[in-house]
């Protein structure tokens, strides 16, 4: 497959250095993207590369991977407000591994005849003295040069400036374009539309340096169909994490999406093909309400950010949420991840005390909990049918509950009306 021409039919594409489409059709070439570790995991704005690094291995070329342990303990300055907070060694360490284990996910390291290859910065950097650095580095790029990157401008603009540290963060980042170029043949730096200059500048480096060639690529910001920041909710950042951003709720991310933008993502963050596309989005256009491309889109990216059985578990839990799905998906369910997919739902606790004597319906929800304000509102929802714990509707307001009947030897789950949901939790 042409690398190219697939980003630029799925929309990604944004910039590239003159040649490099040339580069890429004459045969298989190496091309790196650098991941900062500035926290213990990748989130959903990250995929787009994610994803342009595994277009580019099925197109036969060879994906490198660059997790930053130099880099990450500055943070890229590009097109940011103000200065990360600077991380300590450990962390850093402890961040760089978590990143390879989700990046390996997605890449094959290896097998075929172009195995991704994994590398970190902090290898080269470790032992740089900085009185070298800007002897053999900082020489060859002028200030002029740096100064003129609309990244460095805005900050320079910015009530906060731009600090020594951050400013040399593109001559740091060219320079490793230079050590892969060097050292592992690497012609090609790609990244987000936001990397252009920092691109550039490798390649400038490389230039001056060695008198030799490479070529940049970007991809488009991803933007939602409402302005709004792609990959923010509510609760903030969706993250690949199953700890931070449990399966269920990833699943929900991409389920929710807006027509236009589940269209436009299907492309982004899926390998089905054209064809496969524009049949997905001509069937749900006969149906809208079924939402096929956002059950599509959403199945996909869960299965290969996680696994086909968190898949399953997340399309389980959403039908008994909003639908009339059965219990037993909960059987064997951790304790976080069930508080996780309760999250937002009124709690309450019980002893174990109260279930093991047995405890009839109106002195559960009423008195012992606070389902409902009074023990009249209880007896007139449940006589007229608007009351179910564990899916079975309850019509005898003197109907015993016990021990017997926790999920999980710990919880009830109560639905008042269609859309009221509370979770008992026994302990």
Known sequence: MNFVEELRWRGMLQDMIPDTEELLNKGPAAGYIGFDPTGDSLHVGHLTQIMTLI????????????????????GDPSFKSAERNLLDEETLRHNVSCLEEQLRRF??????????????????FKDFKFLDFIRDVGKLITVNYMMAKDSVKSRLESENGLSFTEFS??????????????????????????????????????RRQDGGTAYGLTTRLIKKA??????????????????????????????????????NWIKIFTLKSKEEIDAIIAEHETAPHLRTVQRALAKDITTRTHSESDFETAVKTSEFLFGNGPLEFLNGMEHTAVLDIFDGVPQF??????????????????VSTSVFPSKGEARKMIQGGGVSINKAKIGDIDQIFSLDDLINGSYLIVQRGKKNYFLLIAA
């Open 107 to 124: 890449l094959s390291f290896d097998e075929g005849a172009n195995p991704a290859k994994m590398v970190n910065n902090y290898d080269w």
């Open 349 to 366: 606790h019980i002893a174990k005390d109260q279930l093991s004597a047995g405890i009839n319906a109106m002195d559960l929800l009423a």
């Open 226 to 263: 409402d302005g709004n920041k792609f990959g923010k909710t509510e609760s903030g950042a969706v993250w690949l994490d199953a700890n931070k951003t449990s399966p269920y709720r990833y699943y929900q991310f991409w389920l929710n999406a807006s027509d236009d933008d589940a269209k």
């Open 55 to 74: 277009h580019f291995q099925r197109a036969g070329h060879q994906p490198i991977a660059l997790v930053g342990g130099a880099t990450g303990m500055i």
């Open 169 to 206: 963060y593109q001559l740091i980042q060219g320079y490793d374009f230079y050590y892969l170029w060097k050292n592992h043949n690497c012609q090609l730096q790609m990244g987000g539309s936001d990397q252009w200059g920092n691109i550039v500048t490798g390649a400038e480096f490389i």
